[in-house]
């Protein structure tokens, strides 16, 4: 994957403030290049260089790999 479309999915994923998510796919939109798929996978390998909990299923679901995880952030910034 580019290093350049890695860069711009993590400095989004690092915008989205306390509290507030985003659907991998509307990372994706907002960038105008890949998709849900590509986005996921560039979290999977940021380890937790980003708050990749505010990144979301577009069910609504938290990411099905570390949605135990994910609720322990949800709950301590009131999402």
Excluded: F, K, N
Aim: glycine letters at 12%.
């Amino acid at each position: 994957m580019r290093e350049d479309y890695s860069e711009a999915v993590l400095a989004v994923a690092a915008l989205i403030p306390p509290g507030r998510v985003l659907a991998y796919g509307d990372i994706a939109e907002l960038l105008g290049a890949g998709g849900p798929r590509q986005v996921g996978s560039v979290l999977a390998r940021s380890g937790d260089s980003v708050p990749w909990w505010r990144v979301i299923r577009s069910s609504g679901q938290p990411p099905a790999c570390h949605g135990h995880r994910a609720w322990t952030h949800y709950r301590q910034e009131g999402t």
